[in-house]
C-alpha cells in the first residue's frame, strides 16, 4: 500500500544481516504479563491522602502506573484515534512532503537512518509535535486540530498535578514545575506502528527511556507495551479507559533515583496496526535539573547539574554516533 513507510527496502541489508551482532541483552525474553498499578484519580477529592500515596508507591516501585477518571473523554479519544488514522494513512509520499500539514520540518518520522542493527530500527510511523505547532496545523485538518487541542489541555493539567504530587515527598518547592515547564514546552507524539512481517527482529519502538519529566500515554486496544522490572519484561495488558503514566529521565534525575525512569518497548504485531498518543510533560530548554538531596535519606547529590537543552544535544550526538540513546548515565557524578 502506498501508506506505509518502505521499510523493506530501506533496510533490506539490515534484514539480510539482522541475525549477526544483534545486541543480546535486546533480543525477544520470556515475557510475563502485568497489571499495572490502577489508580482512581476521583479519589483525590475523596480520599486524597490514600490516592496520593498510592501515586508516590506506584511511581517507586513501577515506574509506571495508569489512571481513569483523569478528565478525558472516551469520545475525545475515539476521535483522536479516528484523526490520526486519517492523517498516517495517506500516501506516504504526502507524508514526507516538506510542509505536510502546515507543521516544522520533522516533524513527521519513521525509522532510524543511524541504526545499524534492525532492533535500532523503529518499525513505526510518528507526527512528534511541539505544541506550538499544533496551533499552525493545516486548516483542512481542523477536527484533527482541535481533538488535539482537547487532549492536550487535560494532559498538560494532569502533569502538572501529578508532577507537584510527586514532587511533595521530595521537599520541592511546590511552584517548581509552574516555574520550570511553561505552555509550549511539552510535546506531542501520535504513533502508528504498521504490522511488521518480521516481529521477531524488529520493535515497533526499540528498549529506551523517555526524555521527560512525566509521559502520559493513551494507547488502543491491540497492545504491545512492554516494561523491563527486576530484569525481566512485562506485557502491559490494554485497558481502553486508562492512560498510562510513566517516569522519565528528568524526574529521575531530579529525584536523585528515588523515582526510576524505566526501560520499555513497543513490540510488533503481523497481523494489524496499533495507535498511541503520547503527551511528553517537559521543562525549557534552559531549566537547570538538580538533584534533590533533601529527602528523609538524605543521599548525596547522584547527578550533575545539566540543563534540558545540554540533555537532549547529549541525547542526539549518542543517537547520531550509535544509533541509541545512553541517558542519564552520561550526567553519573
Known amino acids: 500500500m502506498d501508506q506505509e513507510p518502505p521499510f523493506g527496502e530501506t533496510y533490506k541489508t539490515l534484514l539480510h544481516n539482522s541475525s549477526l551482532g544483534e545486541p543480546k541483552d535486546e533480543n525477544p525474553l520470556i515475557v510475563e504479563e502485568c497489571d499495572l498499578p490502577l489508580i482512581d484519580l476521583s479519589q483525590l477529592n475523596a480520599e486524597r491522602d490514600k490516592c496520593i500515596k ?3 508507591q506506584a511511581a517507586r516501585e ?3 502506573f495508569q489512571v481513569v477518571n483523569h478528565g478525558i473523554s472516551q469520545k475525545v479519544l475515539k476521535i483522536l484515534k479516528d484523526e490520526q488514522t486519517k492523517v498516517f494513512h495517506l500516501p506516504f509520499q504526502k507524508k514526507i512532503e516538506d510542509n505536510f500539514l502546515n507543521l516544522s520540518a520533522n516533524s513527521y518520522r519513521w525509522g532510524n537512518s543511524k541504526a545499524t542493527f534492525l532492533r535500532h530500527v523503529p518499525w513505526s510511523e510518528a507526527l512528534h509535535l511541539s505544541l506550538a505547532d499544533i496551533s499552525r496545523m493545516d486548516e483542512c485538518k481542523s477536527t484533527l486540530r482541535s481533538t488535539i487541542e482537547a487532549f ?3 494532559a498538560a493539567s494532569l502533569a502538572q498535578s501529578l508532577a507537584e504530587i510527586l514532587s511533595q515527598i521530595l521537599g520541592i518547592k511546590s511552584t517548581y514545575f509552574q516555574e520550570n515547564c511553561p505552555p509550549n514546552t511539552s510535546y506531542l507524539r501520535l504513533n502508528r506502528y504498521p ?3 518480521f516481529p521477531s527482529k524488529a520493535f515497533g519502538l526499540m528498549p529506551h527511556t523517555d526524555s521527560s519529566f512525566l509521559t502520559i500515554l493513551y494507547q ?3 497492545g ?6 527486576d530484569g525481566k519484561w512485562f506485557r502491559v495488558k490494554p485497558n481502553p479507559q486508562a492512560l498510562v503514566i510513566n517516569i522519565g529521565d528528568l524526574f529521575q534525575a531530579l529525584s536523585n533515583d528515588v523515582f526510576k525512569s524505566i526501560k520499555h518497548r513497543v513490540v510488533s504485531s503481523e497481523e494489524v496496526e496499533r495507535f498511541s498518543v503520547a503527551y511528553f510533560y517537559c521543562p525549557s530548554s534552559d531549566a ?3 538533584s534533590c538531596c533533601s529527602t528523609k535519606r538524605l543521599l548525596p547529590a547522584v547527578y550533575k547539574h545539566f540543563s ?3 540533555y537532549q544535544q547529549q541525547v542526539r550526538k549518542d543517537v547520531e554516533a550509535t544509533g541509541d540513546k545512553v541517558g542519564l548515565t552520561r550526567f553519573l557524578l
Request: proline share 7%.
Open 54 to 56: 498510592q501515586i508516590t
Open 62 to 64: 513501577w515506574g509506571f
Open 152 to 154: 492536550v489541555t487535560v
Open 195 to 197: 504490522p511488521c512481517p
Open 220 to 222: 488502543d486496544h491491540v
Open 224 to 229: 504491545g507495551l512492554q516494561l523491563m522490572k
Open 288 to 290: 537547570v535539573i538538580q
Open 308 to 310: 534540558f537543552r545540554e
